[in-house]
């Protein structure tokens, strides 16, 4: 049985498409078509990305033994400012990918979140802007500054939405093929 991906993964460029036949994995960028034997996959690595205020973007990355990579996201670029979540098929591929390398290489690390010095500096430094907003809006406050004041609380709180999921999603972890981290995949509607 073959299990098909296709997505454009950045707002400029061609598409993208894999084939995943039985322990071949078929990456066709439009200028090159290159086959991977997935016993030669070292690590999975699923994490969350960031999108427009809407969407959100889950990316799988798959590194090979020789420091070779791929990777595929949950969105299909269609323009500049127009992206499709493709929610169900990203999925079912990122499931039917990982059990694939599994049964090909049991060796493989499935890994869920970012590098452990990513992820502990990015926390680092979200919780060090908000200890300064924080500090911004208390000095405002002693200032009489009630408009300076809320224009921090504002921004913290747009900082917080957008910084904690990051924090929270992308926490460094191991998970198992066949058993993918729901909050790592887009929820189907």
Known sequence: ???????SPRPVGGPISFALKGDRLTVDSGRKVQEVALG????????????????????????????????FTSLNWKSLVEAQEMTGE???????????????????RFVAGKPWWLWASTTALAFASLLVMAVLIGRALQMGSTGVALMGALFALVGIWQI?????????????????????MPRVS
């Not at 049985?1 to 296709?6: A, D, F, H, I, V």
């Not at 093929?177 to 909050?183: F, G, I, R």
């Open 90 to 108: 990203y999925r079912a591929f990122a499931q039917a990918l990982c059990d694939a390398i599994a049964r090909a290489n049991p060796e493989a």
């Open 1 to 7: 049985m073959t299990s098909t991906y296709t997505h």
């Open 164 to 184: 904690e999921p990051m924090v929270r999603l992308n926490k460094p972890r191991p998970f198992r093929p066949d058993l993918p981290p729901a909050e790592l």
């Open 40 to 71: 030669a996959v070292e690590t999975v690595r699923m994490t969350y990305e960031p999108g427009r205020l809407s969407q959100k973007a889950f990316r799988t990355k798959v590194t090979l033994k020789d420091g070779k990579s791929f990777t």
